[in-house]
């Protein structure tokens, strides 16, 4: 499912790139990498790739449950819309294909655990874009938020040489939402960017199982740093 998914954006993301060419012209000449600083380009699409460090951090265990980041990765397609004419400010959404997780350390109640959690992702941010002393450089900080549903992964049980879903009553909700912030960089159509992911929802199950508690009472969240690197069209 997961190729699937990522063959899907990358075919979005061809088909798209024609349309978009005719969008983005001033004055009947079309805009090129030099008069993307202007801020006379109305729209864009993007594509994106990178790094994931998550962790999922657990409240009310006692000290219970230790964690530690499990590197992962994302890819996919967004599109931006300038909100006003001559201003440097984009509304950007789109879908992210994204994994996140942790690895749960041994405890005695438990033994090692890797948990990977798939989902899709739908951010919605505000962008500025402030252009340098650099030609067809622009800084672009953003701020938003995003949700997403999970739709795969896996928990791998080591002490007991198992896997199983992580997602269900006893495990995690499918569904996330939080806030979304950072930095990017672009360089004509070349765009690099830092971001953290501050997730603001319990995704504990109703009966979260693990640590012997009957009904978890803690709380579970997640987090995630990215670093991305794409290419507008």
């Not at 899907?8 to 001033?26: M, R």
Request: hydrophobic share 35%; charged share 20%.
């Amino acid at each position: 499912m997961t190729k699937k998914i990522i063959l899907v954006l990358i075919l979005l993301a061809f088909v798209l790139t024609p349309a978009q060419a005719d969008w983005d012209t001033y004055d009947d000449t079309p805009l090129t990498g030099s008069r993307w600083r202007d801020y006379k380009r109305r729209s864009y699409f993007g594509l994106r790739f990178g790094l994931n460090i998550p962790t999922l951090r657990y409240k009310g265990t006692g000290g219970l449950a230790q964690t530690s980041p499990l590197p992962r990765y994302h890819i996919g397609l967004l599109y931006g819309h300038k909100l006003g004419d001559g201003l440097p400010f984009f509304m950007e959404s789109g879908l992210i294909y994204t994994e996140k997780g942790a690895e749960l350390e041994v405890t005695e109640e438990i033994g090692m655990r890797k948990c990977n959690l798939k989902y899709l992702e739908i951010p919605i941010l505000l962008k500025y874009k402030q252009d340098t002393n650099v030609n067809d450089l622009t800084v672009q900080p953003f701020f938003g938020g995003f949700m997403a549903i999970g739709v795969g992964g896996e928990t791998k049980d080591y002490s007991n040489r198992t896997k199983f879903s992580p997602f269900g009553s006893s495990r995690y909700k499918r569904f996330d939402a939080g806030i979304r912030l950072g930095c990017g960089l672009a360089y004509q159509n070349f765009y690099f960017e830092m971001g953290y992911d501050i997730g603001l929802f319990n995704i504990a199950g109703r009966h979260y199982a693990d640590y012997h508690y009957d009904n978890f009472d803690g709380r579970i969240r997640t987090g995630n740093f990215t670093m991305s690197l794409g290419v507008d069209f």
